[in-house]
């Protein structure tokens, strides 16, 4: 799950080496936080937030297959 969505991510941002992924929860439910440069914010959150929609709609029904609750959230890096 981590690889598809720093692949995603690269694809997305303007500076794809500042990614960074991490992890928390068990098996059953994990919860993802994905942390971006200041300036590649507003491209990953995308238009009135569909582009992080979209990525959470793809995750969660990839987590569906291994019956696992997913969810992002979206952080700027400090």
Same mark, same amino acid.
């Given at each position: 799950?981590?690889?598809?969505?720093?692949?995603?991510?690269?694809?997305?941002?303007?500076?794809? $080496?500042? /990614? #960074? /992924? $991490? *992890? $928390?929860?068990?098996?059953?439910?994990?919860?993802?936080?994905?942390?971006?440069?200041?300036?590649?914010?507003?491209?990953? /959150?995308? #238009?009135?937030? *569909?582009?992080?929609?979209?990525?959470?709609?793809?995750?969660?029904?990839?987590?569906? *297959?291994?019956?696992? *609750?997913?969810?992002? #959230? /979206?952080? $700027?890096?400090?």
């Amino acid at each position: 799950m981590e690889k598809l969505l720093h692949y995603v991510a690269s694809a997305l941002v303007e500076f794809p $080496e500042r /990614i #960074r /992924i $991490e *992890k $928390e929860g068990d098996r059953g439910e994990q919860v993802y936080t994905l942390y971006l440069a200041p300036e590649d914010l507003g491209r990953m /959150i995308g #238009r009135h937030g *569909k582009t992080a929609e979209a990525l959470r709609t793809l995750l969660s029904a990839v987590g569906r *297959k291994e019956d696992w *609750k997913v969810n992002l #959230r /979206i952080r $700027e890096l400090e």
